[in-house]
C-alpha cells in the first residue's frame, strides 16, 4: 500500500472501526465516541498521522490515552502480505497470562503465516500461544495435543486446507468436550484451498468466524477479541 491516499483511507477505517468497537464494549462512551469520529474528519491531522505511521513503520506512535499504534506488515498464506495496525498496550500488573492452543493444517504457507499473524493479534492482550509440533499421527502427539487444549484458557482453530485430515476437528471436539471456549476460523474465499472443508455447525457454543482472506480473518479477530474475552470471563 504505497498510494497516500489509500493508507488515509485505511487508517480512517481503523480508527473507526476502533472506537465503534469501544462503544459497543463499554470502554468509551457516546459522547467520547462521537468526538473521536469528528477527530477522522480532519484531513490535515489524519495525513499526518498516517504519513508519520507508514513512514516510520514498525515504530509506533503514541495515540494518548488509546496507547501507541503502528503499522506491521502480516502475511497471506500466499506469501503476500498487508499493512495492519497493532496496538502496543500499556502493561497492567494486575491483568494475568492467558495460553491460547491454536490448531491448524500442516502446510508450511498456512503455519508461517497463521502463527505469525496470531503473535502480532494477541500479543497485547498478554496471550500467549501453544501448538502441537506435528499432526496427530502418534499416540503420545495425541496426549500432548489432549493436555495442551485442556490446560489452555482458549483455543483457535483454523479450518484452512482440512478435508479429508480431520486433526482440526478432532481438537475441536477435544475442546468441547472439556469446555473450553474457542474460536473456530472457517475459510471460505473465493481461492479456496482444494482441501478446505466446512465446519460442523451444530456444536453447542461454537463461536465461528468466516473469512475471506487472512486479512479479513486479522480484522474480525482483532476488533470481536476483547468481546470474547469478556463474554467468557477471560478479562
Partial sequence: MTNPIEQVVF????????????????????????????SLK???????????????SPEPIDF?????????????????SFPFMQRIVRDSPARRDLTCFVGHRFLKNIEKSLRFNLVHLLEPHDVHL????????AQDVF??????IKNADFCIFDN??????????????????FGV??????????????????VPSDLQGLFRIQYQSYQDLCRQLYFGFPVFLKRHGLR
Avoid: K
Avoid at 469501544?22 to 468526538?35: A, D
Avoid at 501453544?130 to 499421527?137: A, K
Avoid at 486446507?161 to 478432532?170: E, H, K, Q
Fill in 42 to 56: 480532519d484531513d490535515t491531522f489524519l495525513e499526518s498521522v498516517t504519513r508519520r505511521l507508514f513512514a516510520d
Fill in 143 to 148: 496426549e500432548d495435543i489432549v493436555s495442551g
Fill in 160 to 177: 484452512q486446507g482440512t478435508l479429508n485430515r480431520p486433526n482440526v476437528y478432532i481438537e475441536i471436539g477435544i475442546a468441547h468436550a
Fill in 130 to 137: 501453544c501448538w502441537s509440533g506435528y499432526d496427530l499421527n
Fill in 181 to 198: 471456549p474457542m474460536l473456530v476460523c472457517e475459510y471460505t474465499g473465493r481461492r479456496r484451498i482444494p482441501d478446505t472443508g466446512s
Fill in 11 to 38: 487508517v480512517r477505517e481503523f480508527f473507526s472501526s476502533f472506537f465503534e468497537n469501544h462503544l459497543l464494549s463499554g470502554l468509551i462512551s457516546t459522547h467520547e465516541y462521537y468526538r473521536q469520529v469528528s
Fill in 64 to 80: 494518548g490515552p488509546h496507547g501507541a499504534f503502528r503499522v506491521v506488515y502480516l502475511r497471506e498464506p500466499s506469501d503476500g
